[in-house]
Nanobody, 119 residues
Framework: VQLQASGGGLVQAGESLRLSCAASGSILRINSMGWYRQAPGKQRALAAVITSYSNTDYADSVKGRFTISRDNAKNTVYLQMNSLKPEDTAVYYC??????????????WGQGTLVTVSS
């Protein structure tokens, strides 16, 4: 099982970006999916999460600006980021709780995609 993240880049404050993360491999079921971010000199922290029932939760710092969604047919999770701020600058990682076809259930991480917001 692999997760491939994409969509990062350099934008100005107030602009938008959409991140994507696609899971591939011997997948039986994808449970929760989420986006974490790690700013320079800081620990990785949760930005948003979505369950298999599409219940969502967000860090307080992104509520009202970020929207997480998923396309189960494509095994993909998205993060729509609007009204970006310089403090959103970070490497964004996707994570998925996946049950693979050999009935092993564990978390998988994507490789990270850099988001840079200039003021």
């Amino acid at each position: 099982v692999q997760l491939q993240a994409s969509g990062g880049g350099l934008v100005q404050a107030g602009e938008s970006l959409r991140l994507s993360c696609a899971a591939s491999g011997s997948i039986l079921r994808i449970n929760s999916m989420g986006w974490y971010r790690q700013a320079p000199g800081k620990q990785r922290a949760l930005a948003a999460v979505i369950t298999s029932y599409s219940n969502t939760d967000y860090a307080d710092s992104v509520k009202g600006r970020f929207t997480i969604s998923r396309d189960n047919a494509k095994n993909t999770v998205y993060l729509q980021m609007n009204s970006l701020k310089p403090e959103d600058t970070a490497v964004y990682y996707c994570k998925a709780d996946i049950s693979s076809s050999n009935l092993v259930r564990r978390d998988y991480w994507g490789q990270g995609t850099l988001v840079t917001v200039s003021s």
